[in-house]
Nanobody
């Protein structure tokens, strides 16, 4: 079964950038589409970006379109989320997961604050 580890979260100021990483172990990672999700306290986890197993097709939530870029390196069993022009409302714990879902990792905290 795929095991997922997220990293790269940090405290940044509005307008700055961050790159999150999702590393996988277990089954052949390249066989799965992967999504990045985020969750704030008291709210449901929401999908913000998704990439196909081959990396050719991506999807973004309207709230991040034009600012976030999802990519993957199947040779490294990794998926990335490049986040630019960060806003206070991007503050959340970010998770990655495959389609279909694997067990959730611990996530990585992104805090955008001045």
């Amino acid at each position: 079964q795929v095991q997922l580890v997220e990293s790269g979260g940090d405290l940044v100021q509005p307008g700055e950038s961050l790159r999150l990483s999702c590393e996988a172990s277990g089954q052949i990672f390249s066989n799965y589409a992967v999504g990045w999700y985020r969750q704030t306290p008291g709210n449901l986890r929401e999908l913000v970006a998704r990439i196909s197993y081959g990396g050719r097709t991506t999807w973004y939530a309207d709230s991040v379109k034009g600012r976030f870029t999802i990519s993957r390196d199947n040779a490294k069993y990794a998926v990335y989320l490049q986040m630019s022009s960060l806003k206070v409302e991007d503050t959340a714990v970010y998770y990655c997961n495959t389609f279909p879902q694997a067990p959730w990792g611990q996530g990585t905290q992104v805090t955008v604050s001045s």
